[in-house]
């Protein structure tokens, strides 16, 4: 017995046990599927073809997993335009076993509900802590800094760092954590934010200010 679908703009010729690949459906693995544009059915040297779907016919099946297809890439170029533009796409596909093909509008076979597994206890993860800032009395403008805008002030002071002084004296632990806090990894060094701090603690103006006195000159 064998069956004729439609989906996703594709027809499918499947039977029971059938393993297709088809335009992504919704679901996750496990759950129950059904196809009810049947545009033709099989059984047993009787051919049933409906016009254009075959009614009361339903094809079941399960979902096996959701993948992705190969990466298709699209290159465009216009000749002596200085024209060039390069896309990829990946279609998102579902894996479908085809469990029944019911004709006569009979309903599918209910689904036996596995046995839920224990759920095993998970070991929470030790959350990370970063180095102790050098203790401060009060807090400085660390938006004096260069590189260092509201959003980075606000991780930055998130994390304790409120004064010049702190942040001058990062190991390269504490750099490596507050990049990773900050998501800006490798920022501190580009930007020199350590020795930027160490010249304002020590009274010396921004550089920001610097710069622009050497631009008038």
Do not use: C
Not at 7 to 20: E, F, L, N, S, W
Not at 40 to 60: W, Y
Not at 202 to 214: E, S
């Amino acid at each position: 017995m064998y069956a004729v679908i439609k989906t996703g703009g594709k027809q499918y010729r499947v039977a029971p046990q059938d393993k297709i690949l088809i335009e992504k459906l919704e679901g996750s693995a496990g759950d129950q599927v059904q196809f009810t544009e049947v545009l033709m059915v099989a059984n047993d040297g009787a051919v049933d073809v409906g016009a254009p779907l075959v009614s009361g016919a339903t094809v079941v099946g399960e979902i096996a997993a959701q993948e992705k297809a190969a990466t298709v890439y699209i290159f465009k170029k216009r000749r002596r335009k200085h024209y060039r533009r390069r896309n990829g796409h990946r279609q998102l596909l579902t894996s479908v076993t085809i469990t029944e093909i019911l004709t006569g509008g009979a309903k599918p076979a209910a689904k036996a509900k596995a046995a839920a597994p224990k759920a095993e206890k998970k070991a929470e993860a030790a959350p990370v802590t970063l180095a102790a800032p050098v203790a401060s009395s009060g807090s400085d403008d660390i938006s004096l800094i260069g590189g260092v805008g509201p959003k980075m002030e606000s991780g930055l002071r998130e994390l304790g760092y409120n004064t010049f002084a702190s942040i001058a004296a990062w190991t390269a632990d504490d750099v490596a954590k507050v990049e990773a806090h900050l998501k800006q990894k490798g920022r501190v060094a580009r930007e020199e934010w350590i020795e930027q701090a160490q010249e304002l603690a020590a009274g010396k103006p921004p550089r920001a200010k610097t710069d622009k006195a050497r631009a008038k000159e």
